[in-house]
């Protein structure tokens, strides 16, 4: 009886918390109705990857989780979506804030025309995260250490971030995401305007990141998916059609257009 016990405690504190829950999240661009439905908990200190053929809605729910579709003057976001219990589409709720928390990193990599130091520096400034000089060297310093390019950047912290090659500046677009100390890091095909070594080092990096984030990546490769996520959604025509454990996606879908897309005959 106390063993029975014990191993059910066992196996909940083994799971990871539920960072973001969303529950019939509908979303439309004018008459398109682009997300239907959607109720997904993703998990803390875990990558989630978001699979599915081109325009099935990965980047659009994505951008539900830290509301960068506000910023689109067509698009509506209808139903609930929480992270840590808080309803982020409540009316209280700030949204330069709730990006602070939820960092974003993007397609193509986009540094601010600034120095590399101005660059991570920008965010913690507006936040307010630095009393002076010296903790604000320190706040860039250990988010360019997280983002694994200190080392490469660290002589040349003036020098302008746009200089440096694709892969550093992606890494230096991570650097800035987590400098305001996130705790989600969403990141829409960070990969997809790199070469293969600086997607090795990237995707290094958010097998790493997942030790203090819940990382989500919506990507284009199944190979990716499977080499740094261990939950994958699957989204076709903006539905959520199964989700679950990355291993078991790749290896026995339970849906029949889960099993034609990986197996390559959607998409
Ligand atoms: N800014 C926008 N304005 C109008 N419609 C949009 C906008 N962004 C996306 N859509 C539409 O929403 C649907 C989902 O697009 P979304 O970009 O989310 O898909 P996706 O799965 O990320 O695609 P891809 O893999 O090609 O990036 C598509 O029909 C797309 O045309």
Known sequence: MYDADHNRTESRVSQNEIKISSRNVQVY?????????????????LVTAFIGPSGCGKSTFLRC???????????RVEGDIHIDGEDIYDKRVDPVQLRAKVGMVFQKPNPFPKSIYDNVAYGPKI?????????????????????????????????SGTGLSGGQQQRLCIARAVATEPEVLLMD????????????????????????????????????????????????????????????IFTNPQDSRTESYITGRIG
């Open 189 to 248: 095909e960070p990969c997809s305007a790199l070469d293969p070594i600086a997607t090795g080092q990237v995707e290094e990096l958010i097998d790493e990141l997942k030790q203090n984030y819940s990382v989500v990546i919506v990507t284009h490769s199944m190979q990716q998916a499977a080499r740094v996520s261990q939950k994958t959604a699957f989204f076709h025509l903006g539905n959520l059609v199964e989700y679950g454990e990355t291993e078991k």
């Open 29 to 45: 661009y004018g008459d398109n109705h682009a997300i239907k439905d959607v109720d997904v908990d993703i998990e803390d200190r």
């Open 127 to 159: 936040h307010g995260l630095a009393k002076n000089k010296s903790e604000l060297d320190d706040i860039v310093e250990r988010a360019l250490k997280r983002a694994a390019i200190w080392d490469e950047v660290k002589d040349r912290l003036d020098a």
């Open 65 to 75: 989780l830290n509301r960068m579709n506000d910023t689109i003057p067509i698009c």
